[in-house]
């Protein structure tokens, strides 16, 4: 049997000194190359074990391990992130004052990637999700579905194990969602990346191959 | 504006322990004899006769010197020398002739006769009393070519300082053959001082450097320049703490990205310095004009030379960058210490 790329054991985050517990001893495990759904309501703590799966947080008890390593412990946090994370969120957060070319560029600043491979890199990677007309344009100039793709290209630029996506469709028309969702697992089957997206769509949710429901910060189904 | 500050000030203050060097300098002033106190004014005359006693004493002149007002506008520095003083061979008279002891009669810069529109034969009321003045010379110094130079007693007389000088230049002998100037020139003082207890014998680029004037014009402008930069950096951490609160979210995403904590802070810190850097051009820019403005003035041409050495704006330059980056370190400590989720979810 082959072991996890990611497993949590008895996950705990709680706020507020311990008066507000977003996770309550979660466990999991989640293959490499797997696509996972997490739904729930508001305040369930699928977000929280989101941003605990991607190393911005550490949990208050228990572990997240990726392939077998402590994140925070045997991982550096930051390095994790730049190297096996590609974060995609709702507000696509994008730097206002870079042009989508750049936006790409940032995760590679990370690894030290040299300057002409970044910009090929992040060329490459605008053609291929179909922006190669929007290269140099400021976000605000960009559609919300056009964001969303530059929040992909970048997620995807210094070659990550696994895409976290937090809502990707949350600020998105219909048309734009299913564009959306078809490119994630497009890249999710053609890279064999693990992709794990949090969703309060059920018709996301029901898609994935995998579905997990979290209430009140406990896995439900 | 901290930046401007210390070159004006600095700058001036620079400049006018130069001219004073120069103006030992050109009259061949090797060694000052002072007394070892911190306004040592009061030196009694008659030390003169046992200091020209010395073997390497080639001469040796009381003097004395003095800031002040000559008209509401006008102020020069008045020195009080003996008439037949080694240090009036290095002044070239352009009109009238040298003053004599005992009379009421004093020689003016070049500079300072212009400011004052004064010729030879017309007075000039100083403290209250009548001067003529007897000649106008040429100064190989700004110090010297906005100064007024009377008979010592006239200038004793004065301040009230009757019998007393505020030092003795002196001139020393050629240095014996084998025996290096600087050599030499401790032996003197060595000598000098054991000759004369109490008394300090210093070299001239010493004694530019610690009179009384030049020393309390560094103060002022250390201290002024100081608090001035003090209000700057605070100033730079303002708004260095402004930029990272506005940008918290943009961290946020950095950090997000992989971006480690020294990251974020060399962004920062480079703002910072880039900031430092272009207030540093800019307070350059205005200091230097502030300079040149004061060397123009009746009131300040005396004192002040507008020219600033190159050393002097490289340091503003680095005491500017160096202020920025000591402005941005806590934003910048701040900024990379933010948690990535706190972060993502600022407004």
Redesign the interface.
Same mark, same amino acid.
């Given at each position: 049997m082959t072991s996890p790329l990611l497993e949590v054991r008895r996950l705990c985050k709680s706020y507020d000194e311990g008066r507000i517990e977003a996770l309550r001893g979660i466990d999991l495990s989640i293959a490499a190359g797997e696509y996972l759904a997490i739904s729930g309501p508001s305040g369930s703590g699928k977000s929280t074990l989101l941003q605990l799966l991607g190393g911005l947080d550490t949990p208050t008890s228990g572990e997240v391990l990726f392939q077998n390593a402590a994140l925070g412990a045997t991982i550096d946090l930051d390095t994790y992130r730049a190297r096996q994370v590609g974060f995609i969120f709702q507000s696509f957060y994008l730097l206002p004052t870079l042009r989508a070319i750049e936006n790409v560029q940032v995760p590679m600043l990370a690894v030290n990637k040299d300057t002409r491979n970044r910009a090929q890199r992040a060329e490459a990677l605008l053609r291929e999700l179909g922006l190669e007309d929007r290269l140099n344009q400021y976000p605000n100039q960009l559609s919300a579905g056009e964001r969303q793709r530059v929040a992909i290209a970048r997620a995807l630029a210094n070659h990550p194990s696994i895409l976290l996506a937090d809502e990707p469709t949350g600020n998105l028309d219909s048309i734009n969602s299913a564009r959306i969702m078809e490119i994630l697992t497009g890249i999710q089957k053609d890279r064999g990346m693990t992709l794990i997206v949090i969703t309060h769509e059920n018709e996301i949710a029901n898609a994935a191959p995998r579905h997990i429901r979290i209430r009140d910060g406990r896995i439900e189904s | 504006m901290a930046i401007s500050a210390f070159v004006a000030l600095v700058g001036f203050s620079r400049a006018f322990e130069h001219e004073w060097l120069r103006m030992y300098e050109s009259a061949g002033t090797d060694i000052a004899v002072v007394e070892k106190s911190f306004l040592n004014t009061s030196l009694d005359e008659s030390v003169g006769a046992k200091l020209r006693s010395l073997p390497v004493v080639a001469q040796a002149k009381p003097m004395i010197f003095n800031l002040m007002d000559l008209t509401p506008e006008v102020n020069a520095l008045v020195f009080g020398w003996q008439a037949d003083s080694y240090e009036l061979d290095s002044l070239t008279l352009t009109s009238g002739r040298r003053f004599h002891d005992g009379q009421p009669e004093i020689l003016l810069g070049d500079i300072l006769a212009g400011n004052l529109n004064k010729k030879v034969g017309e007075t000039l009321e100083i403290q209250g009393a009548t001067f003529t003045v007897a000649g106008i010379y040429h100064g190989g110094t700004a110090l010297e070519a906005g100064a007024v130079i009377m008979p010592l007693d006239q200038l004793q007389q004065l301040s009230s300082l009757q019998g007393k000088v505020a030092a003795f230049h002196v001139r020393l002998r050629p240095a014996p053959a084998g025996e290096a100037q600087e050599e030499y020139v401790k032996r003197a003082q060595a000598e000098i001082e054991a000759a004369l207890p109490g008394l300090h014998a210093v070299p001239a680029a010493e004694r530019a450097a610690n009179n009384q004037l030049v020393v309390l014009a560094h103060a002022v402008a250390w201290g002024t320049s100081s608090i001035a930069l003090i209000v700057g950096i605070l100033g730079i951490v303002n708004t260095m703490a402004m930029s990272v609160f506005e940008r918290t979210?943009?961290i /946020?995403? $950095?950090?997000? $990205? /992989?971006?480690?904590?020294w =990251?974020i802070m060399l962004l920062i810190q480079t703002e910072a310095a880039v900031l430092g850097l272009a207030g540093g051009l800019l307070g350059i820019g205005a200091g230097w004009g502030a300079l040149r403005l004061l060397s123009t003035l009746p009131q300040t041409a005396s004192i002040v030379s507008a020219s600033v050495s190159s050393l002097h704006l490289l340091e503003a330059l680095g005491i500017a960058i160096l202020s920025g980056l000591v402005a941005g370190a806590i934003p910048a400590w701040r900024g990379a210490h933010l =948690?990535?989720?706190e972060a $993502?979810r600022h407004d």
């Open positions: - | 979210r943009e /946020g995403i $950095l950090r997000a $990205l /992989g971006w480690k904590r =990251s =948690s990535p989720v $993502l």
